[in-house]
């Protein structure tokens, strides 16, 4: 599944984000693993600041939630193969994939707060279900950008290799899987799963009541407003 609006660094709409749910859907009912990709110089560099988002609409926050619940949920295993950013919900798709597989020039972003928004698509529990407390604060509230090299270190990717190979990598992986036990692979993965992520739901349901009251703010007005002006933006707090 390749998410493809290469002229927007494969920005997420909500005909894109509705579009990779489908693609998911139908992979699933004759494959044995699913790779999500990108470009070569961008996964995703999440929420389509230049559409409806700067006009406080854009994707459907408890849709999108569906979706990358419905691909924790798949019975199959999934691959996500990074190059560039995996920034916003666009890392949160990648991060609710079993398998990262990250290009050394890669990396992962939750940049929200620069636009006066807090991480969603259940980043606030896949990050911390696996880097910890700590680690999540700080990609939450800083907004930097975590280098694939320090992602593996912090249990967010699976594998880093050599750029331009990223795809190849997660190939190979996915005939692995494919040639694997698929009831095992199953039952392990949903196990596992319901282990680390036993509050997502309510993850989700805390992000949408969140992000609902932030995109009514004069703060995100003026993030996203700085942003398209290429300035930094002048936050009041209001």
Not at 114 to 133: F, N
């Amino acid at each position: 599944v390749t998410i493809n609006r290469p002229e927007s660094l494969n920005a997420l709409n909500e005909e894109t984000f509705q579009a990779i749910g489908t693609a998911f859907t139908e992979a699933a009912a004759n494959s044995r693993a699913i790779i999500l990709t990108g470009s070569e110089r961008s996964f995703s560099s999440g929420a389509d600041l230049q559409g409806g988002v700067a006009k406080r609409e854009g994707i459907d926050l408890a849709g999108a939630n569906k979706i990358i619940a419905s691909i924790l949920d798949l019975p199959i295993p999934t691959i996500a193969a990074v190059s560039g950013p995996a920034a916003g919900i666009g890392c949160s798709l990648a991060l609710a994939c079993d398998y990262l597989v990250m290009s050394e020039k890669s990396y992962l972003m939750l940049p929200f707060t620069k636009i006066g928004l807090m991480p969603d698509g259940g980043s606030t529990a896949l990050v911390a279900a696996s880097a910890g407390r700590h680690r999540a604060l700080r990609l939450a509230l800083t907004g930097e950008k975590l280098q694939a090299a320090d992602a593996l270190d912090w249990g967010l990717a699976s594998e880093v290799v050599p750029a331009g190979s990223h795809l190849e990598r997660a190939g190979e992986v996915a005939a692995v899987f494919a040639q694997g036990p698929t009831r095992a692979l199953a039952a392990s993965k949903r196990a596992i799963n319901r282990a680390s992520l036993a509050e997502l739901d309510a993850s989700f349901a805390r992000e949408v009541e969140g992000q609902d009251a932030l995109r009514a703010s004069n703060d995100f007005a003026e993030g996203v407003a700085a942003f398209l002006d290429k300035r930094g933006p002048n936050f009041t707090g209001e």
